[in-house]
């Protein structure tokens, strides 16, 4: 009998295909399809709609790099959204800093939640019970559109832009951010691999900039986003927050007690420096 295989749809004309050795969980939920399925190599995996999402064996290099960049560059980010992020990777890496004193959280869908708590129990360690955290289920542009609260960095771990996440990628979505933001505050969001996507860093970057005094991207090679480098978008009206050094960013990480797997401070200051073709893609 052959293994039953698992083809990523992302991409028109070229994909990258999994062995599923098990299915471990598989459902139509009323938002989008959801398979959970566990591979020799990646360990667990979780996919949606047809699109890799997480899995257990590379995801602290994307989980590690969309938080601490931010919480670092900032300095003294007391209180944390994060928009998405259902499996609870970037929970986990939220809640180990200290300084932060509360972190909201808000989810589309319930059933990612409550199937990652099951399946992929490593990505959030325990986060989904730290006291600190109010998890919401509700649109994330709804949220930010209509919460009195404001956050001093906001983390948008969205899918890419197709079914539910497409409207993280739109100009109501941003200007809602813009809308909750503390002044000083910085906004960072996955913004996809960015030779196979680079219009998502142009229209991410037309977007951003009517909002924002700073607009840029930073960059890590996640394996299992295949296609080279994974941008993430950064959005903030303080343009000193980029342009740390590696001293000062050197002196909060060891400052804070957090172990990395991927983060460093050097990768910090390091990631912002783009490739010519990325440059070229912000501006046209």
């Given at each position: 009998m052959s293994a039953m295989l698992f083809s990523e749809t992302l991409h028109?004309?070229?994909?990258?295909?999994?062995?599923?050795?098990?299915?471990?969980?598989?459902?139509?939920?009323?938002?989008?399809?959801?398979?959970?399925?566990?591979?020799?190599?990646?360990?667990?995996?979780?996919?949606?709609?047809?699109?890799?999402?997480?899995?257990?064996?590379?995801?602290?290099?994307?989980?590690?790099?969309?938080?601490?960049?931010?919480?670092?560059?900032?300095?003294?980010?007391?209180?944390?959204?994060?928009?998405?992020?259902?499996?609870?990777?970037?929970?986990?890496?939220?809640?180990?800093?200290?300084?932060?004193?509360?972190?909201?959280?808000?989810?589309?869908?319930?059933?990612?939640?409550?199937?990652?708590?099951?399946?992929?129990?490593?990505?959030?360690?325990?986060?989904?019970?730290?006291?600190?955290?109010?998890?919401?289920?509700?649109?994330?542009?709804?949220?930010?559109?209509?919460?009195?609260?404001?956050?001093?960095?906001?983390?948008?771990?969205?899918?890419?832009?197709?079914?539910?996440?497409?409207?993280?990628?739109?100009?109501?979505?941003?200007?809602?951010v813009k809308r909750c933001l503390n002044p000083g505050g910085v906004f960072v969001a996955q913004n996809g691999v960015v030779f196979m996507q680079g219009e998502e860093v142009t229209n991410s970057h037309r977007r951003l900039s009517p909002l924002f005094a700073d607009v840029h991207f930073y960059h890590a090679a996640v394996p299992t986003y295949v296609g080279g480098s994974m941008t993430f978008a950064w959005a903030t009206d303080n343009p000193e927050l980029r342009r740390q050094s590696v001293e000062v960013i050197r002196e909060r990480f060891e400052a804070s007690g957090i172990e990395t797997r991927y983060y460093t401070p050097e990768l910090h200051v390091g990631s912002f420096a783009l490739p010519k073709y990325v440059q070229d893609l912000m501006l046209a």
């Open positions: 028109e004309g070229w994909a990258q295909t999994f062995r599923m050795d098990e299915v471990l969980f598989e459902v139509r939920t009323e938002h989008q399809h959801l398979v959970i399925f566990r591979n020799p190599f990646w360990g667990t995996v979780m996919a949606l709609d047809g699109i890799i999402q997480t899995t257990e064996r590379d995801e602290f290099i994307y989980h590690e790099m969309m938080t601490h960049v931010p919480i670092l560059a900032h300095g003294s980010a007391r209180k944390v959204l994060i928009i998405g992020g259902g499996d609870g990777g970037i929970l986990r890496e939220v809640t180990k800093h200290a300084g932060v004193e509360a972190v909201t959280q808000v989810e589309i869908d319930e059933k990612v939640v409550e199937m990652c708590k099951q399946y992929l129990p490593n990505h959030s360690a325990g986060a989904f019970d730290d006291p600190r955290l109010n998890l919401v289920i509700d649109d994330g542009v709804n949220f930010v559109r209509t919460t009195d609260e404001k956050f001093d960095v906001i983390i948008s771990d969205s899918t890419d832009p197709v079914g539910p996440g497409e409207v993280l990628f739109e100009s109501p979505f941003y200007e809602g």
